[in-house]
């Protein structure tokens, strides 16, 4: 596929935002460092109001980033769906994904795109992420080949079946392949269901010696027993999506949600100072909607999408 007129660099960065103009600005500037060349910067704007189009004004007139505002807030999913479409049909190589709150090292490509020359044929490669304190995330730890999370980065490379959407590299041709992450999902699990899906076909890897901070309100990742009150109803998204990625886990799918609906209410029986019969209804609603949940999978196509 030919480029568009003036695009010659092999990588989209796609960073999807929402609002959040500080934090951006920072992912943006530790985009603007990395040392591997042939990286083009694009920010997915779910329709923001706190001024990130005017802040990125002045660098998409002098070319350093690129600009794509959705014309509604698509949710993550949604924001994601729309950048990976973008990048294909603007016909760049590999797409390296993130939110708004990542904050990559300057060698974090670097790291990735040395690994893509030397491991082969892949479906995705994940870096490393840390909290601000150094610490591992653990609302970006990966999951091993049985989805169980990882618990050891002190090898250079790790096989994975499960990443989040953190410094996530795609070759474009798998998303040819596989499609789009769901946009329907609009939050949460979109980004395990989608490299679940691609893991399931090629093999894929964690890199180690990539490094990002996320640089997320609390290295607690989600929990509906302990969260706040006004997160509490987002949870339903969660427990809804994650029915439709067990669910291609077969018979071991299956047995993880029977025991994750129970423990996941004991949880809140236990841990939860307030709000508790709330808090089970989102639990046993989002997984019940998830059994009739069918939303489809999209895969990019000759046009570009509007707005970009």
């Not at 079946?161 to 949460?188: D, K, M, N, Q």
């Not at 093999?203 to 997160?231: K, L």
């Not at 439709?244 to 996941?264: C, D, K, N, Q, S």
């Amino acid at each position: 596929m030919k480029r568009d007129e003036g695009m010659a660099k092999d990588i989209a960065a796609v960073v999807v935002t929402h609002n959040r103009r500080a934090l951006l600005a920072g992912c943006v500037e530790c985009l603007l460092r990395q040392t591997w060349p042939g990286l083009d910067v694009w920010i997915i704007d779910n329709a923001s109001t706190d001024g990130t189009a005017d802040m990125l004004a002045p660098m998409v007139a002098d070319g350093r980033v690129r600009y794509a505002n959705t014309g509604g807030n698509l949710g993550g999913a949604g924001g994601f769906e729309y950048g990976l479409r973008l990048a294909a049909e603007r016909g760049y190589e590999y797409a390296w994904v993130m939110d708004d709150d990542a904050m990559p090292e300057p060698t974090a490509l670097e790291a990735l795109m040395r690994a893509a020359d030397e491991v082969g044929e892949f479906g995705f490669l994940s870096g490393k992420v840390l909290w601000t304190d150094g610490s591992v995330c653990r609302m970006n730890v990966q999951r091993d080949l049985r989805l169980r999370n990882i618990a050891d980065f002190t090898p250079e490379r790790i096989p994975c079946g499960a990443a989040t959407f953190v410094s996530l590299l795609v070759p474009i041709r798998v998303v040819r392949e596989v499609g789009l992450p769901i946009g329907a999902f609009f939050i949460w699990a979109d980004d395990l269901e989608y490299t679940r899906r691609i893991s399931l076909k090629y093999p894929c890897w964690v890199v180690t010696e990539s490094v990002t901070v996320h640089c997320c309100a609390t290295n607690n990742g989600g929990n509906i027993a302990t969260d706040t009150a006004d997160r509490i109803p987002r949870y339903r998204y969660a427990y809804r999506n994650e029915v439709v990625l067990y669910r291609r886990e077969g018979l071991r799918g299956a047995m993880h949600l029977l025991l994750r609906t129970p423990l996941h209410i004991g949880r809140v029986l236990l841990k939860s100072d307030g709000r508790r019969l709330e808090r089970i209804r989102v639990i046993l609603g989002g997984t019940l909607e998830g059994l009739s949940f069918r939303p489809p999978i999209r895969y990019p196509g000759k046009r570009t999408p509007s707005g970009a």
